[in-house]
DNA sequence: CGCAAGCTTGAATGCCTTCAACCCCAGTGG
DNA sequence: CCACTGGGGTTGAAGGCATTCAAGCTTGCG
């Protein structure tokens, strides 16, 4: 069973959670609150290690407050594709259903804070607030998996690594509020392996395309996981789709 | 504006409607349903129309009733993929976003039955079931989205036919509340520029793969726009995955 | 040191695209 | 009546981009 593997954080109370202006959390008041605090609780995982195997049994949904892990799916061959980023915030797992319809696993070390399934499925009955967030959350989750349908349906390789570097960019910003410009250093907390699943490709063509970046001086390795971008702009413009990134939520 | 090309068409009572089963409205009993009867009002359009372009003002949300449309995003060369397929009981728009984020065109004649976004987000927050529906449709949507990426990130051209025809079969099949077996007809209303845009390849690819599978005998062609599958288990099996589709929900 | 995991680079192959010609057919107007 | 036209579709040939297969590099660690 995977779950034994997770090991049991000391917890850190809500007001000073790192995610909690973003989070399913992050509509409630004081007394929401501090029933959501006696409830959560937080997990730990390594960075490869599996949270869930699809097909398996799910008994908690969570929040990721640190780390990143990744959903992927998998054809009978074994061809693989990343399906889902979580990213800091971002939810974990689908309320009504017990089995996992993905395999997530984390690709970094991986903080969660969690609540058992059936007492929040009442929280989302009991809370209005907290099912609106949820359904806010996952209606922006469906923008993202569109415009990563337009990366993996039209990009060419080079796109589509200098659009992972954005999007990367852009959610480390958003955490702090801020807005991604000039100069930046962006952390890659995924193998060369992990990107080309999210990105539709072989790990030989993510590694290719990346030197061809670092080559024409769009980037600058700083170790095989810290990127450092020279102008954003620049980056964007690569990326093939050059959108503002939308308004600061 | 895109919005007088729209014809207002009769309207039905919801207790014949051909989605109720499906739609946003399915959990509403007696009085609410009666609520929403009385703010209800059709629009029709003609295949090929565009209901709004991305960037517009959409004041509206709604539900495919019959035919189908397609959402679309492009890149600035005018690299298109399309992102969302709307079939009957679909949902089309976004509460609490004014703008529409994608171009939606009908891909056949379509008709909607729509209302007034302002007044439908009221309904969210006095409706919980409402709330709730739409967030369970949301979350079908997206892994409906996350199948879409393993379709596009690593399937072949031919498995991304036989796929799509596996979805639209599988589709219109749950309408009755059935499951496709053995010999079928499936309804093709997409141009092959559409299925391309839809699979993030060529029209001419899209054209040959068709001829192949014809060829082979796995799809008969009735016209341009009627495919006969003599053996569905035999078309399952080219798109790759052999998942069963999941429970009949 | 030596091993293994992760990464980079090279060469050859192949799948899909690109560009181009042609087909089919419904609608239109001389 | 039928030639014309245009949209949608098919088919062919050539080329390119990403993959595949293979070798070698870098780095952390027992």
Redesign the interface.
């Known amino acids: 069973m995977p779950h034994d593997a997770a090991l049991v954080a000391t917890q850190q109370p809500c007001h000073i959670c790192p995610i909690k202006e973003r989070a399913v959390c992050s509509h409630c008041g004081g007394d929401e609150l501090s029933e959501l605090e006696s409830m959560k609780y937080y997990r730990r995982f390594e960075a490869g290690q599996v949270v869930v195997w699809a097909g398996d049994r799910l008994d908690f949904v969570g929040s990721v407050v640190s780390g990143m892990a990744g ?1 992927t ?1 998998q ?2 061959d074994g ?6 980023l979580l990213l800091p915030s971002d939810f974990l797992g ?1 309320p ?1 259903r017990d089995v996992a ?2 395999t997530v696993t984390a690709t970094s070390d991986l903080l969660l804070c969690c609540f058992r399934r059936k007492p929040f499925e009442k929280l989302l ?1 009991d809370i ?1 607030r907290i ?2 967030r ?3 959350m ?2 922006d ?3 993202a ?6 990366l ?4 060419s390789a080079r796109e589509k690594i200098a659009s992972l570097l954005v999007i990367l960019a852009r959610r480390e910003a958003a955490l702090i509020k801020r807005r991604p410009e000039g100069r930046i250093a962006i952390e890659l907390p995924l193998t060369r392996e992990a990107m080309a699943d999210y ?2 490709l072989t790990l030989e063509t993510v590694s290719r395309q990346m030197s061809a970046l670092k080559r024409e001086g769009v980037i600058e390795l700083d170790g095989k996981r810290r990127v450092i971008v020279p102008s954003f702009q620049r980056l964007v413009l690569e990326s ?3 959108s503002d990134g939308g308004p600061l939520s």
């Open positions: 959903l799916q054809l009978e061809r693989t594709q990343m399906v889902g689908r009504g319809a993905y009955i209005p099912a609106g949820l359904l806010e996952t209606l989750e469906l923008d998996a569109r415009d990563w349908l337009l993996l349906g039209r990009k990105l539709g093939g789709d050059d």
